[in-house]
């Protein structure tokens, strides 16, 4: 069974309200209990059903909502500091600068719909990209590594920005951890 995360480090944060964070956080631990729910009916369930069809198809969106909130909150920090090391070159390297690359990054966050912003990494060619991922469980390119992840659902910025998606995600850039974004880049 999982546990939810604690992300409580995270209230102060400049640019998010401790109100849209504890709310962030509780629609979190709802996908934590529902996964652990699905988990324990399917096992109870007959394969070959639908209900079994159904339950199965469900559990992907709820562990992957588990998932990329867990990616998400872990790559923010309360103090951002700009990238450095192997992630800010290879960044440099595809998209000419880190500026050119946030540019290219903010435009798919900036994209109307509800869903993430991933900057993935395919260990297999080397190759990073700014990805859309519309719901939870459709959009993922397989076999990448999430790096870095923005949430651009509707409840990770309305209460504080109402409409102002843009605001948010330049309150999102001044709380990235780019430490743990290097990590993960390094470990992929």
């Given at each position: 069974?999982?546990?939810?995360?604690?992300?409580?480090?995270l209230l102060?944060?400049?640019?998010?309200?401790?109100?849209?964070?504890?709310?962030?956080?509780?629609?979190?631990?709802?996908y934590v209990?529902?996964?652990?729910?699905?988990?324990?009916?399917?096992?109870?369930?007959e394969?070959?059903?639908?209900?079994?069809?159904?339950?199965?198809?469900?559990?992907?969106?709820?562990?992957?909502?588990?998932?990329?909130?867990?990616?998400?909150?872990?790559n923010?920090?309360?103090?951002?500091r700009?990238p450095?090391?192997?992630?800010?070159?290879?960044?440099?390297?595809?998209?000419?600068?880190i500026?050119?690359?946030?540019k290219?990054?903010?435009a798919?966050g900036?994209?109307r719909?509800?869903?993430?912003t991933?900057l993935?990494?395919?260990?297999?060619?080397?190759e990073?990209?700014?990805?859309?991922?519309?719901?939870?469980?459709?959009?993922?390119?397989?076999?990448?590594?999430?790096?870095?992840?923005?949430?651009?659902?509707?409840?990770?910025f309305?209460?504080?920005?109402?409409?102002?998606?843009?605001?948010?995600?330049?309150?999102?850039f001044?709380?990235?951890?780019?430490?743990?974004v290097?990590?993960?880049?390094?470990?992929?």
């Open positions: 069974m999982y546990e939810p995360k604690k992300f409580d480090h102060g944060t400049p640019g998010f309200s401790d109100e849209l964070l504890k709310n962030h956080f509780a629609l979190y631990e709802g209990k529902n996964t652990n729910l699905l988990i324990d009916l399917l096992t109870t369930k394969p070959n059903t639908p209900a079994y069809a159904e339950l199965q198809r469900r559990f992907g969106w709820e562990f992957n909502g588990m998932r990329l909130h867990e990616l998400y909150f872990g923010m920090t309360t103090v951002s700009v450095e090391g192997t992630i800010k070159d290879k960044l440099s390297s595809i998209y000419g600068s500026e050119e690359w946030k290219n990054f903010m798919v900036a994209m719909g509800i869903g993430w991933i993935s990494f395919d260990k297999q060619n080397g990073l990209f700014n990805i859309w991922i519309n719901e939870h469980d459709g959009g993922y390119l397989a076999g990448t590594t999430p790096l870095l992840v923005m949430d651009v659902f509707e409840h990770a309305m209460l504080d920005y109402g409409l102002k998606r843009a605001d948010y995600m330049e309150a999102f001044k709380a990235i951890d780019w430490q743990e290097e990590k993960r880049y390094a470990s992929s």
